[in-house]
């Protein structure tokens, strides 16, 4: 049964309204930077409840078929929902998170709302010189969720290469997008690649893949 109850529902409401003021008062910040008004999505109370509904489904995903003893390290934590979609079930994954510089504000009201912090921050993961800064831990798993930077080419050599750049960080990546949004190419790259794909639900899939594979 979902976790996501009427007080997390008022709570994103809240969170939906606070962020449509947020972008209002602060045209320059959404409106000059491309990226940024992808957030117009977190105006709708309706899409954080999707969202945090999806995420609580990853998080049972981890727990019972990844397992509890890992470390993972979430790459693109933007609003913070799957962090937040971990407390609802008592913290049985230890994530930190990483936000990129180029989006750190973007998402910063919402996260501080919902009670989310952010671990480590990064530059452009398609830099030659992409870093996380001052992380000093070697993770299980750098979970890619809604990660964009990875499917939004024609062929896996885009997926490859982002997922190449997360080798000095993590042993295993786990991938999770929708499955409608991978190209047929990119799909069976994905399932001749990866050592497990878990089903989540619906069109949602994950793959886990060994990094030094590549
Ligand atoms: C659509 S959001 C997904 C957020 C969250 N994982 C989720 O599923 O709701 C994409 C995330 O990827 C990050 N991102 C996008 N392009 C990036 C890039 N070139 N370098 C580093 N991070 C990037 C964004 O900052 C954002 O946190």
């Known amino acids: 049964m979902s976790k996501v109850t009427d007080k ?3 709570l994103l409401e809240k969170v939906a309204n606070a962020h449509l003021y947020e972008v209002m008062g602060n045209k320059d910040r959404y409106i ?3 990226d940024n008004f992808s957030t117009v999505q977190y105006m709708n109370a309706r899409g954080h ?5 999806l995420k609580e489904m990853i998080v049972r995903c981890i727990i019972d078929h990844v397992g509890t003893s890992e470390a993972f390290l979430n790459m693109g934590t933007a609003c913070g929902h799957l962090e937040y979609a971990n407390r609802l079930n008592h913290e049985r ?3 930190s998170s990483c936000e990129w510089d180029y989006q750190y504000e973007c998402c910063e ?6 009670g989310i912090q952010i671990s480590y921050r990064c530059n452009d993961v398609l830099s030659d010189d992409f870093e996380i800064r001052d992380c000093k831990t070697y993770f299980d798993h750098v979970i890619l969720d809604r990660f964009f930077p990875v499917y ?7 997926t490859e290469e982002v997922l190449k750049k997360f080798k000095p960080y993590a042993k295993r990546a786990i991938l999770i997008e929708s499955d409608g949004n991978w190209t047929k190419e990119q799909w069976s790259w994905l399932v001749k690649t990866a050592e497990r794909r878990i089903k989540i ?4 899939n994950m793959f886990l893949i060994k ?3 590549l």
């Open 32 to 34: 000059n930077k491309p």
């Open 109 to 114: 009201k919402i996260r501080d709302m919902l």
């Open 93 to 95: 994954l230890t994530i």
């Open 49 to 53: 409840v999707d969202q945090l509904k």
């Open 201 to 204: 639900s619906g069109e949602w």
């Open 152 to 158: 939004r080419a024609d062929t896996h050599h885009r």
């Open 8 to 10: 997390e529902i008022k």
């Open 211 to 213: 990094l030094e594979n």
